[in-house]
């Protein structure tokens, strides 16, 4: 095959005429949401940690800085504060509720404690804000769940949410004999997320009893209940409690960027979905059709031909099993199919699109599986060999004995089988490469594996490769 011709071959089985809009959609989604995350990287690389330092300080975790019995949190502040010094310590940054709450806490050692040592705070919260982000709660349904709850009778409370198959009344007694719970002190709640509510004045011991029952805690109500105990103080019992289940302020850039990617994401979604139920269904009817899938075609003269019945069939059989094509496949099956529109499909009642551009925005590109505990056969390409298959081997697969079987069932001969290591692989170390024209045989084997027992994924475009190529070989393009 001279120069020409191989670089023409593999031009047509590597282009398929480009993208579906849908792939040009999760291609522009997967692009949007990689410059957020950029973004997000740096600002959490830039953080400023002035509160995060002062919080360690006061609670005495700065390396045996603050012994002196004048450094530390107020008796009023101690809980929350060395709340927050634990979270750090375990490696977790705060939430924005905890750190706007922390801020405000903290201004009053300012002058007294934290800049005769050296230590300072942002002026004000929009400095920081930017780099904190709003919680996410947990969504295990096994899990028993103490949170915040604003409640329309009884106001801000905490509230627990019960699992399935939860003995209630048990749990109940031990509230009571451990968090102190009394008559009156629970109630239920008309919410989809929460089944009971307790008042504030409880938050001490239902942490406690939480904490030691592995249940999940709302990570905000140590800050809601330091805003409770300060509202409290000043006299101001509405049941209210300022920003706890609101945004404690603006909300932080990075809950801003998170908003937008989930938006977009959501608005792709939708499109998508859009597209796919008004799916024109016009090939894949054709396919099935000839294939002899829907009793209709029991005729001799109606069916592929014998050089389009391989990939013909393999297409109805994918459609079979409730699998779309991929874009490849679609764009190689309307070019085989365009040859039986008028004398099989219009006389049967069936059309076809009459370009590929009517229907080309309903497909996917295809994804290659990247399981590394599978064996993988997929397509590559690569100047020595063009457009070739690629069987990768995770660890501890027998490679001599499947690749003897190979070379068996698919008769591969001297020269045609290849060994290459490649550090960009799926596998990250070695794959063999086999020719376009052993893709019967190479597929016929993986099929005999996969029965075995062996745990294969197979590229489900190799067929319309090498449709392709058979037809350029018909074609007089190349010479093998």
Request: proline letters at 3%.
């Amino acid at each position: 095959m001279n120069n020409s011709n191989k670089q023409n071959q593999t031009h047509k089985i590597d282009s398929f005429l480009g993208r579906g809009i849908i792939d040009q959609l999760l291609a522009i989604e997967e692009e949007m949401a990689g410059r957020i995350e950029e973004i997000i990287t740096r600002i959490e690389q830039n953080f400023d940690r002035r509160l995060e330092d002062a919080i360690l300080f006061l609670a005495g975790s700065g390396d045996g800085e603050n012994l002196k019995d004048s450094i530390g949190f107020n008796w009023n502040d101690s809980r929350f504060g060395h709340s927050l010094a634990r979270r750090l310590q375990s490696g977790t940054r705060l939430t924005l509720k905890q750190a706007h709450t922390a801020l405000q806490m903290m201004q009053k050692y300012s002058k007294t404690q934290l800049e005769p040592n050296g230590y300072s705070l942002p002026i004000t919260w929009e400095e920081i804000s930017h780099q904190y982000r709003e919680r996410e709660i947990e969504s295990a349904s096994y899990r028993m769940y103490l949170g915040l709850h604003e409640d329309e009778d009884y106001g801000a409370c905490i509230a627990i949410r019960y699992p399935v198959n939860v003995e209630i009344a048990g749990i109940r007694e031990d509230l009571e004999e451990d968090a102190g719970i009394e008559d009156g002190e629970r109630w239920p709640v008309s919410s989809d997320n929460w089944d009971y509510c307790h008042p504030f004045w409880r938050a001490e011991g239902l942490l406690a009893y939480a904490d030691d029952r592995d249940w999940y805690v709302d990570p905000d109500i140590e800050a809601a209940y330091y805003l409770w105990q300060e509202e409290q103080k000043a006299g101001i019992n509405s049941g209210r409690i300022s920003g706890l289940l609101s945004h404690s302020a603006t909300p932080s850039t990075i809950d801003k960027l998170l908003a937008l990617e989930e938006e977009m994401v959501g608005r792709i979604e939708e499109i998508v979905a859009r597209i796919e139920q008004n799916f024109d269904h016009r090939l894949e009817n054709a396919i099935l059709f000839l294939a002899g899938s829907n009793d209709e075609n029991l005729e001799d003269s109606i069916g592929f031909n014998w050089s389009d019945s391989w990939f013909g069939h393999s297409l109805a059989r994918r459609l079979q099993s409730g699998t779309r094509l991929t874009l490849k496949q679609a764009h190689t099956a309307l070019q085989m199919m365009q040859e039986y529109s008028k004398t099989q499909l219009e006389l049967n009642g069936y059309s076809l699109p009459r370009t590929w551009e009517e229907i080309s925005h309903q497909y996917r590109e295809n994804t290659i599986e990247s399981d590394p505990s599978k064996i993988r056969m997929v397509l590559q390409r690569d100047e020595e060999h063009n457009t070739y298959i690629a069987i990768y081997y995770p660890v501890n697969v027998p490679v001599e004995t499947i690749d003897e079987s190979l070379e068996k069932i698919a008769a591969i001969q001297d020269g045609e089988v290849w060994y290459m290591w490649s550090e960009d692989s799926p596998s990250g170390n070695s794959y063999y490469g086999y020719p376009l024209w052993r893709a019967e045989g190479l597929l016929e084997a993986a099929a005999h594996w996969i029965e075995s027992g062996y745990n294969w994924y197979v590229d489900p475009d190799i067929e319309a490769a090498h449709y392709l190529w058979q037809q350029e070989q018909k074609a007089g393009i190349g010479s093998g």
